[in-house]
């Protein structure tokens, strides 16, 4: 079965830092890049960053940019996330999403999130 | 970056009725890529749609989506129970973004 797993979400104080990992089972997590999703309580989806399978690109969102590192370590099949100056505002469930990406003919084609994990939860409060 | 507006907020409807949402762009999204995913409470998003009209394997054939450029669609033929759900599109490619989504409730 293809799965992916977070793990590492926990309680954090405000300001404070955590690092949310993405596991894959069934499949060779190298070959996609991937992306973090959240869900605040009571809110909907927020895309918050992507890393391409070679970690030569990343993208995040305005509301992280500066404070969340994406990160992958293809050896051992892992992509982080390193969350830091953590706010209230961040408190929520965390998923990441596997996307296909194929190149060809020096352009890259793009697919939806196919494989998403069952999340981890984030919650910053004193 | 394209802000995605869906509509409605809010749909009631009862098992066997045809569902369309609706998904506005501020921006032309470049190569149709457009994604519509289904949320259960507990439960990881499920991708139903890509590249606007394109369904995976496994996705169920009353499950069709339509449109390019700026306006989207999204229509569930004959709603089974299984379907009550919150429904998302997402614009994906180099700067990602979610529509707020669509709650599609039990008549």
């Known amino acids: 079965e293809v799965l992916l797993v977070e793990s590492g979400g926990g309680l954090v104080q405000p300001g404070g830092s955590l690092r949310l990992s993405c596991a894959a089972s069934?499949?060779?997590?190298?070959?996609?890049?991937i992306n973090w999703v959240r869900q605040a309580p009571g809110k909907g989806l927020e895309w918050l960053s992507y890393i391409s399978s070679s970690s030569f690109t990343t993208y995040y969102a305005d509301s992280v940019k500066g404070r969340f590192t994406i990160s992958r370590d293809n050896v051992k099949d892992s992509v982080y996330l390193q969350m830091s100056s953590l706010r209230d505002e961040d408190t929520a469930v965390y998923y990441c999403a596997r996307q296909l990406v194929v190149a060809a003919a020096m352009v890259n084609h793009y697919y939806g999130l196919d494989v998403w994990g069952q999340g981890t939860t984030v919650t910053v409060s004193s | 970056e394209s802000v995605l507006t869906q509509s409605p907020a809010t749909l009631s409807l009862s098992p066997g009725e045809r569902a369309t949402l609706s998904c506005g762009a501020s921006q032309t999204i470049s190569n149709n890529y457009l994604a519509w995913y289904q949320h259960k409470p507990g439960l990881a998003p499920r991708l139903l749609i890509y590249d606007a009209s394109s369904r995976p394997t496994g996705i169920p054939d009353r499950f069709s989506g339509s449109g390019s450029g700026t306006d989207f669609t999204l229509t569930i033929s004959r709603l089974e129970p299984e379907d009550f759900a919150v429904y998302y599109c997402q614009q994906y490619g180099t700067s990602p973004t979610f529509g707020q989504g669509t709650r599609l409730e039990i008549k």
């Open positions: 069934g499949f060779t997590l190298k070959t996609y890049s």
